[in-house]
């Protein structure tokens, strides 16, 4: 599984900044206001050969001291128990504070990396400063600049060196065993639709958002078919800041994708379809996992006979990135359809495994070019040689082509559909990469 690196620390020392900028990316809301960051972003990051995911955990909002106090807490601990390796940011110019000081203390108690980042040090004087911070009882810290870039090589470098090596599997690494990780917001059901399948109740089920407990892989055999099913626990302890239960959903959802073959989404048919819903299925789709959506709680919906068409058309249009998914409506609580569940694992297991002969999949391809030419570029007319299929789990092809900036986003979607049009893929990605050949 690939490590996860949470940045945490207090309001406004640059977290989104220093974030954006391991992740060469502006998807984060960065203003100077404290507070601004409302949602949990994460990102893929790339260093000296090594992959993570970046967690930016956002400041925590102002409200009483008690609330603060909490919600330190809560977040430090989410980080502590998901994460590999910890970045405490602090501001190397207003020094460190009471808040700096308590966040430390408790990462002090892990056994986990904790890197100190002493952030906005753009003068050499700044960065003499930043030994101030050698009081948190975490080492030397790093005195970056995550506005300018200065000194962050230096501590990607020491992010990767502090990252496990790589961990062997968890699971059985039995090809015959499917394993499917049920994967969604707190709440919608996941434990209940696990419990149904294993006609038992294993795991704790309440309504109270992220009651699950600690839950164990568990094993089933159906026929002669072997899974695994992966449960995404909650937290540990009640807590009523929500945005905290949330995020720790998040994370302890990319661990359950990270183990598993196929990702039962499960979205709760009351709420529908939620920007969390749509985080954690992107997740999925680029980490290149088979995916069945579940509408569950279907029995608590007034219908008429164009709700089911209406709802799917909603989910098709909100979740249009994994519009090869098929998708049931369920009812834990009933379990209406709920076995269909398993019936689409295995079709979508089956479906990734799919290979295409090079002849067949060159003469698609040709008769795709023929029907719909790729469109030119500054004159310039991209040509395509031949395809081959690389790899399956997802299926995965190379096109070799005369100069791959040429491709268009618009024409290799186009080669997708056709694709999918001929060949059966319900449920799985598919990867097409474009190699330059050689003397083209």
Same mark, same amino acid.
Request: charged share 30%.
């Given at each position: 599984m690939?490590?996860?690196?949470a940045?945490?620390?207090?309001?406004?020392?640059?977290?989104?900044?220093?974030f954006?900028?391991?992740?060469?990316?502006?998807?984060?809301?960065?203003?100077?206001?404290?507070?601004?960051?409302?949602?949990?972003?994460?990102?893929r990051?790339?260093?000296?050969?090594?992959?993570?995911?970046?967690?930016?955990?956002?400041?925590?909002?102002?409200?009483?001291?008690?609330?603060?106090?909490e919600?330190?807490?809560?977040?430090?601990?989410?980080?502590?128990?998901?994460?590999?390796?910890?970045?405490?940011? %602090?501001?190397?110019?207003? $020094?460190? !504070?009471?808040? +700096?000081?308590?966040? =430390?203390?408790?990462? &002090?108690?892990? *056994?986990?990396p904790?890197?100190?980042?002493?952030?906005?040090a753009?003068?050499?004087?700044?960065?003499?400063q930043?030994?101030?911070?050698?009081?948190?009882?975490?080492?030397?810290?790093?005195? %970056?600049?995550?506005?300018? $870039?200065? !000194?962050?090589? +230096?501590?990607?470098? =020491?992010?990767?060196? &502090?990252?496990? *090596?790589?961990?062997?599997?968890?699971?059985?690494?039995?090809?015959?065993?499917?394993?499917?990780?049920?994967?969604?917001?707190?709440?919608?059901?996941?434990?209940?639709?696990?419990?149904?399948?294993?006609?038992?109740?294993?795991?704790?089920?309440?309504?109270?958002?992220?009651?699950?407990?600690?839950?164990v892989?568990?094993?089933?055999?159906?026929?002669?078919?072997?899974?695994?099913?992966?449960?995404?626990?909650?937290?540990?302890?009640?807590?009523?800041?929500?945005?905290?239960?949330?995020?720790?959903?998040?994370?302890?959802?990319?661990?359950?994708?990270?183990?598993?073959?196929?990702?039962?989404?499960?979205?709760?048919?009351?709420?529908?379809v939620?920007?969390?819903?749509?985080?954690?299925?992107?997740?999925?789709?680029?980490?290149?996992?088979?995916?069945?959506?579940?509408?569950n709680?279907?029995?608590?919906?007034?219908?008429?006979?164009?709700?089911?068409?209406?709802?799917?058309?909603?989910?098709?249009?909100?979740?249009?990135?994994?519009?090869?998914?098929?998708?049931?409506?369920?009812?834990?609580?009933?379990?209406?359809?709920?076995?269909?569940?398993?019936?689409?694992?295995?079709?979508?297991?089956?479906?990734?495994?799919?290979?295409?002969?090079?002849?067949?999949?060159?003469?698609?391809?040709?008769?795709?070019?023929?029907?719909?030419?790729?469109?030119?570029?500054?004159?310039?007319?991209?040509?395509?040689?031949?395809?081959?299929?690389?790899?399956?789990?997802?299926?995965?092809?190379?096109?070799?082509?005369?100069?791959?900036?040429?491709?268009?986003?618009?024409?290799?979607?186009?080669?997708?559909?056709?694709?999918?049009?001929?060949?059966?893929?319900?449920?799985?990605?598919?990867?097409?990469?474009?190699?330059?050949?050689?003397?083209?």
């Amino acid at each position: 599984m690939d490590p996860l690196v949470a940045i945490v620390g207090r309001p406004n020392v640059g977290k989104s900044t220093l974030f954006n900028r391991l992740a060469q990316t502006r998807s984060a809301i960065v203003e100077e206001l404290s507070g601004v960051t409302r949602d949990r972003l994460y990102s893929r990051a790339y260093w000296n050969g090594r992959e993570f995911v970046l967690i930016d955990t956002g400041g925590i909002v102002p409200g009483t001291t008690d609330k603060i106090e909490e919600s330190i807490k809560i977040q430090a601990e989410a980080a502590i128990q998901e994460s590999d390796v910890i970045l405490l940011v %602090v501001d190397v110019r207003s $020094g460190a !504070n009471s808040m +700096d000081i308590e966040i =430390a203390q408790l990462l &002090r108690k892990t *056994k986990k990396p904790v890197i100190l980042v002493a952030n906005k040090a753009e003068t050499m004087d700044l960065h003499i400063q930043a030994g101030e911070f050698y009081q948190l009882g975490l080492g030397e810290p790093i005195a %970056v600049s995550a506005a300018h $870039g200065l !000194n962050t090589g +230096d501590l990607l470098d =020491a992010i990767v060196e &502090r990252m496990p *090596k790589r961990e062997e599997a968890e699971l059985p690494d039995d090809e015959s065993i499917i394993k499917v990780a049920f994967a969604g917001r707190p709440n919608v059901g996941k434990s209940s639709l696990v419990n149904f399948l294993l006609g038992q109740e294993r795991m704790i089920v309440t309504d109270i958002p992220g009651t699950t407990r600690d839950a164990v892989d568990s094993f089933k055999v159906v026929g002669e078919d072997k899974y695994i099913f992966i449960d995404t626990a909650g937290i540990r302890r009640k807590s009523k800041v929500f945005e905290s239960v949330e995020y720790y959903s998040v994370l302890r959802a990319f661990r359950a994708i990270e183990k598993s073959d196929i990702v039962v989404m499960v979205i709760d048919s009351v709420e529908e379809v939620t920007e969390q819903d749509k985080r954690i299925a992107g997740y999925a789709h680029e980490k290149g996992k088979g995916i069945v959506i579940a509408v569950n709680k279907w029995d608590l919906i007034d219908k008429d006979n164009r709700t089911h068409k209406q709802f799917l058309e909603n989910i098709r249009k909100e979740l249009v990135f994994i519009s090869y998914a098929p998708a049931v409506f369920v009812s834990a609580l009933t379990g209406q359809r709920v076995q269909n569940i398993l019936d689409l694992v295995k079709e979508v297991s089956e479906k990734r495994k799919t290979r295409i002969s090079t002849g067949i999949l060159n003469n698609l391809i040709r008769e795709a070019v023929a029907v719909s030419p790729p469109p030119s570029s500054k004159g310039k007319m991209l040509k395509i040689y031949y395809a081959t299929q690389v790899g399956d789990k997802p299926p995965t092809f190379i096109m070799f082509v005369n100069n791959p900036k040429l491709v268009h986003f618009s024409y290799k979607r186009y080669l997708e559909n056709q694709l999918r049009e001929a060949f059966d893929f319900t449920g799985t990605p598919i990867r097409i990469f474009f190699r330059e050949r050689k003397g083209s």
